[in-house]
């Protein structure tokens, strides 16, 4: 995780990831666990604000709130969407996180487990069943 405080105040960064630039809000602890949270639509990563404090980063996805928003719609498939959180995992050096989804983000963590499972530690999908929508 990025380096800084503790669970105080709510940190602001970009991260160079997969050819845009992703906001990322980190809050939390740094050290630990690190647990990946990821909005839904029509979400920000200021849905997560009650849960932060205890955990720790929660991304803009693409196209959304200050992260890059690429004009071409080709450019938000879910192996771009996916891409983008293994970039930032890397960009973390983390080999592994716990990923949380809510909606939409939801079938990005379950595209993550399918895609690079290695990359998982624990998932957590809240109100999207897991359907496959293979591309």
């Avoid at 809000?25 to 009650?50: D, I, K, M, N, Y």
């Avoid at 932060?52 to 498939?77: I, K, Q, V």
Wanted: glycine letters at 10%; charged letters at 15%.
């Amino acid at each position: 995780m990025d380096a800084g405080g503790g669970a105080g105040e709510v940190r602001h960064w970009n991260a160079a990831v997969n050819g845009i630039t992703l906001h990322v809000a980190e809050q939390g602890p740094a050290t630990g666990p690190a647990v990946l949270l990821l909005h839904g639509f029509p979400e920000l990563w200021f849905s997560w604000r009650h849960q932060m404090a205890a955990l720790a980063l929660a991304p803009d996805l693409r196209g959304y709130g200050d992260s890059e928003a690429p004009a071409d719609a080709a450019a938000y498939t879910m192996l771009h969407i996916v891409g983008d959180v293994v970039a930032l995992l890397d960009h973390l050096r983390l080999p592994k996180a716990f990923v949380v989804g809510h909606d939409w983000g939801a079938q990005v963590v379950w595209h993550l487990c399918l895609f690079r499972p290695d990359r998982v530690r624990a998932v957590v999908a809240m109100a999207v069943p897991c359907r496959m929508n293979v591309i």
